[in-house]
């Protein structure tokens, strides 16, 4: 009797501890009893809300990660057009050596791309000196910083106006205007203007420093722009340039060192070789902002719902289309060393909460 008891006997698994009395048996791991009580508990089913839920958010992260993978392009993981990247979110939040030399930039670069204004403003001041012309030159002046730029350009075009028919020659006449089209040109650039003034505030003497600098950043066209100390040698050998304009590009005095400018060229010409792509760039990081609210999303509902738990629908197996376009930005654009990732994925849904 107990023979034929014995045979008919289920089958156990041969696992540690399984044959043992409960009081035998560990408290926790493998064999214990709180994992046989746990596997007698029936697991959760997952609300139908929380999957409805779940699968919008794996919609959305469907359609922008197809966008993302449009935008993307094999330029973008050039380390050149990387290191702009780092460096243009650097001086944008004032991070390390580049805190406050964003302004100083932007004022640098203007004075750059309109040098041809500025040299001309200033030799027509110096050459025609008749009484009409210093009126105008003295009203403009005046002017500068007290109006926004639709009154300026208003009430320099009606002075123009009033005066020209009171100058001599044809020449003189001739000037002015060429005059008058130089600074309308600067008051397209809201910072134009201003420059003109810091100019004039700080009797900078020689325009033609302008030029200078410009043919730098022309030189360094078909440079290294990674070759950070070959930039500086250059800074060195025109040095006298940047101290004439320090004061005018607000360069504080802690930071008036060949390295402060060649940092500033460096940039100046990143953004000339690499301006376009980044623009694309630009747009794929706004989608990847935007794709970065449902990936999150799709996160938490996986980790609120864990195995152990409940039952895994077969959805939240399904890989989370664009995290290789995300975690291939997320680590180009982090410091190794110091952790600190150059792009914030999470600005845009940080803003729009």
Not at 31 to 41: M, Y
Not at 132 to 140: A, P, R, S, T, W
Not at 256 to 285: C, V, W
Not at 319 to 344: A, C, F, H
Request: net charge neutral; hydrophobic share 35%; proline share 4%.
């Amino acid at each position: 009797m107990t023979k034929i008891t014995e045979n008919n006997q289920n089958p156990q698994p041969n696992r540690q501890n399984q044959g043992e009395s409960w009081w035998k048996r560990p408290v926790i791991g493998e064999g214990s009893i709180i994992e046989a009580l746990w596997n007698k508990s029936p697991k959760e089913e997952i609300s139908e809300t929380v999957m409805m839920l779940h699968n919008r958010e794996m919609m959305d992260v469907r359609v922008f990660a197809k966008t993302a993978a449009a935008i993307d392009n094999e330029k973008f993981c050039n380390e050149e057009f990387l290191q702009f990247v780092r460096i243009k979110y650097a001086i944008t939040r004032g991070l390390e050596e580049y805190r406050g030399l964003d302004h100083s930039i932007q004022l640098l670069q203007v004075a750059i791309e309109a040098k041809d204004s500025f040299i001309s403003i200033d030799q027509t001041e110096l050459r025609y000196r008749g009484s009409k012309q210093q009126d105008f030159y003295h009203y403009v002046e005046e002017r500068l910083n007290s109006e926004d730029k639709n009154a300026f350009r208003e009430n320099v075009s009606q002075q123009l106006e009033e005066l020209l028919p009171q100058v001599k020659t044809e020449e003189g006449r001739t000037a002015l205007k060429s005059y008058a089209k130089h600074l309308d040109q600067l008051s397209s650039n809201p910072l134009g203007l201003k420059l003109l003034s810091l100019f004039k505030t700080y009797e900078l003497a020689d325009y033609s420093i302008l030029r200078i600098i410009s043919d730098m950043i022309q030189g360094l066209n078909k440079y290294d722009l990674l070759n950070f100390n070959g930039i500086v040698s250059l800074v060195m050998v025109n040095y006298q340039v940047f101290e004439k304009l320090r004061k005018i590009i607000g360069v504080s005095s802690a930071q008036h060192n060949p390295e402060t400018y060649a940092r500033m060229l460096q940039y100046i010409a990143l953004s000339y070789r690499h301006g376009l792509s980044y623009m694309k760039f630009d747009e794929l990081l706004t989608v990847l902002k935007k794709w970065s609210k449902p990936y999150h999303a799709i996160l938490g509902i996986r980790e609120q719902h864990p195995a152990e738990q409940y039952k895994q629908p077969k959805e939240f197996s399904e890989p989370i289309p664009g995290v290789d376009i995300y975690e291939k930005y997320k680590r180009s654009l982090t410091n190794p060393k110091t952790g600190m990732v150059y792009v914030n994925f999470n600005e845009l849904n940080e803003e729009n909460s």
